[in-house]
């Protein structure tokens, strides 16, 4: 789970899923508490479905939240 | 005096060709063949010679390190040099094996030489100094020449010049230099600008390399049956910093008990903090939640998404930590996961 | 918009009865200097050194560098910043040569501060070994940051530039030894000849990756995060319209002096007319969110089309996750059709074999490389320190550690250092003088 996602495939990652920033990957301070968590469940929801996901190359896995 | 050991091949070493490839390992307390030129040159004596067949490297190699590693154990050396491997494959792969393996055990240099076609240049010139060389054993004199004039060099302690200048093939190894010429940057700019632009020849200072490639793990069949952990590049530490995280070119890193904790609580609240220097930590140590999330692993695990979060999340400061250290540290904490049976983990970094 | 920057060389600064320059000495009365430091009551200690190349003296931690100056007609040297906002780059501003101020924490240190030796072998790292300096080394009050390590270094980073302003103003009713002239028809009415020639843009990615205010590079004293990549006058980077902020490792960071002195543009200009058409600067920025990357990079590729850029040279004032930045901005103008040179350093580890930048693309394909950030440099004591040696250690300045397995503490007892080149003050000077590259070993 990575905001800078260019940097996370030069390096190898496979399976990708963008945060929103390098300070607050998963929860944007300026954003009301209940916002903050909506975006970190389901963000991570979708690392961990990426997790059960089969690929076969390097993959950014898409958000909604 | 400085000591030397030379690797040689089965055929180099004097014991015979392509029907004695088998050759086992064996050492001499002699300068054999090949290994009499060295002793000419160098400055310093050649006091081993170790001979191995090819085939017996190329079918057994980790056996035959083992054995030759064994040799050296407690011999006293200050320079190791195998080769000239010319344009032989088998040969050349094997210096390139037994030179890394000598360079890592023992810590001293090691010298080949092989010809740009061998296969071993590629799969060793970052492991070990291979200056390219001759098709053919004709060129033994010369080759042999280049390789102990900067084992010379190194034993004499002088400053080595950079790859292209000393002759070895580039490692990828790459460090800061004052030109001679004291060019300044601006002038090296406007000059490839203007090349660039007129369509001439230019040489960047920094090629791009290769980009690695990882093998893709397979999918987790059942989510709900495993154990994920967290791990994360972004500082988070329990206050203290107890296992001193450097805050930029980190080379620690720690795992941290969470397993009585529904979330990360805050600097605030004296408990999680990140060190990571590269980032705005405003927001980090308000909620360090928003770089582990704690919170919404354990969301995941009542729900019975995941059978459960581990119970400890592991950490390192991902700012100017060179790529070594990082692999170092992520094969220690893939080892300790490892150990003990986690399926997944899930890495946030900042 | 015409700039005349008039120089005078200063042969030798001390301290006298009156602040004057006259016939190439610097004279300062000290008091007097250091009751317009005092104007602000965050000072709360402060006092003046003079250091000249080739003195055994080491500086620690140096926060800035400022080039005194005075502007014709009496407006602040920093438009927005020491004084009221005005057009810079146009008119006449006077400048002390062959010197500058530095600013020097008394005791604390923090991430973005720097080392200078003024000589022996450590001077060979930074710029400002090469002028003679006055010293500014002073302590302040604002404890909220004491203990941290970023550090906004705001009274005395202003102190400064008072400082510096009142030596510049020595200058106000001479005649320069010699006069600069940058001038630029506007883009639309340049001469057939000029406009035949291949247009290149100078693209400047200042820092600005704190989000808090208060340690980013200031535009017209204008924090450069919130910002979005804008077309400037050359003359505005050179007239004082940017500032150096109080964030990044120090040796990728652009001092003051360096934007007031900036080598790549003053290198284009000697070849506008030439062989080049130099259209100016697109002033971007650095970003700490992968969209805000990509929308500065856009911006930057826009703006170059739109100005018929041919070619371009684009330098990044940091390293780390803001390469990412400035590989994107490099792509957007290639993919623009717009060749490109970079000009920054690079990280790839002290052992030399990490990757060099954090994101990599074959379309960056001509760049200058200036320095390894990490490269270990011993240094043996020096005679006099000026500031406090201990912070390199203790205060988290981004080439310091406290403690190593390996290596011990930077500052050793006997006043020797051991530390890593992040920490040379503006040291991989990626605004052009770095006569540093990168080799293969």
Known sequence: MANLIPIAKTVGANRMVPTISIPYPLGDPSTSEEEQWKLRYHRVGVALNALTTDINEQTVFDVEV | ?350 | MKLELGNFYVKDIEFGSETAFNDGILTINKEEALEVVYKDEHITEADLKIVKPGDMVRLVPVKEAIEPRYRKGGGPVFPGVTGSLLQAGDGRTLALKDMSVLVVGKHWGGYQDGLIDMGGEGAKYTYFSKLKNVVLVADTDEEFEKQEQQKKNHALRWAGMRLSEYLGKTLKDQEPEEVESYQLDPVTKRSDEVNSLPNVVMVMQPQSQMEDPGYNDLNYGWDTNPMLPTFMHPNEVLDGAMISGSFMPCSSKWSTYDFQNFPLIKRLYQEHGETINFLGVIMSNLNVVMEQKERAAQFVAQLAKSLGTDAALVAEEGYGNSDADYIACLVALEDAGVKTVGVSNEAPGRDGGSQPLVTLDPKANALVSTGNVSELIKLPPMDTVIGELESLARDGLAGGWEDDEILGSSVKEDGSVIMENNSMFCGDQIAGWSTKTMKEF
């Not at chain 2, 393996?101 to 080949?112: G, T």
């Not at chain 2, 240049?121 to 390219?132: G, Q, R, S, T, W």
């Not at chain 2, 632009?197 to 069949?221: H, M, R, W, Y």
């Not at chain 2, 999330?293 to 400890?312: N, T």
């Open chain 2, 1 to 350: 005096m400085a000591k030397a050991i030379v690797y040689l091949n089965q055929f180099f070493g004097q014991i015979g060709g392509e029907e004695v490839a088998d050759h086992e390992p064996e050492i001499r307390n002699e300068k054999v063949g090949a290994a009499m030129l060295y002793d000419q040159l160098l400055d310093g004596e050649v006091t081993h010679t170790i001979i191995c067949g090819d085939n017996f490297m190329g079918s057994n190699e980790e056996q035959a390190v083992d054995r030759i590693l064994g040799f050296l154990k407690d011999k006293e050396f200050d320079i190791f040099f195998a080769g000239p491997a010319f344009q032989a494959g088998r040969y050349g792969i094997a210096c390139g094996a037994i030179g890394k393996a000598v360079k890592e055990e023992f810590d001293v240099s090691v010298i080949s030489s092989m010809n740009e076609e061998n296969p071993g240049v590629k799969m060793y010139k970052k492991d070990i100094y291979i200056f390219p060389g001759g098709k053919s054993a004709a060129k033994m004199r010369d080759d042999v020449t280049k390789m102990v004039e900067f084992g010379n060099k190194i034993l004499s302690g002088e400053k080595l010049l950079p790859a292209e200048q000393e002759g070895f093939f580039k490692r990828g190894i790459r460090h800061q230099y004052f030109l001679e010429d004291e060019t300044p940057a601006y002038e090296r700019a406007i000059d490839m600008l203007l090349k660039k632009i007129n369509g001439e020849d230019f040489v960047s200072e920094l090629p791009i390399p290769e980009i690695d490639t990882v093998e893709i793990a397979d999918p987790i069949k059942d989510l709900s049956k495993a154990t994920i952990a967290l791990v994360t590049s972004g500082g988070i530490v329990p206050i203290d910093n107890p296992d001193k995280i450097q805050s930029a070119s980190a080379t620690r890193w720690g795992k941290y008990y969470i397993a009585d904790v529904d979330k990360l609580k805050n600097r605030r609240e004296e408990s999680f903090k990140t060190i990571h220097a590269g980032y705005d930590p405003k927001a980090a140590d308000a909620d360090p939640n928003r770089v582990v999330p704690v919170d919404a692993m354990r969301k995941y695990e009542q729900e019975g998404k995941i059978g459960s979060l581990y119970e400890y999340f592991y950490s390192t400061v991902g700012t100017g930590t060179s790529q070594d250290e990082a692999a170092r540290m992520g094969k220690e904490i893939t080892q300790e996961l490892i150990e003990n049976n986690i399926q997944a983990v899930i890495e946030t970094s900042t």
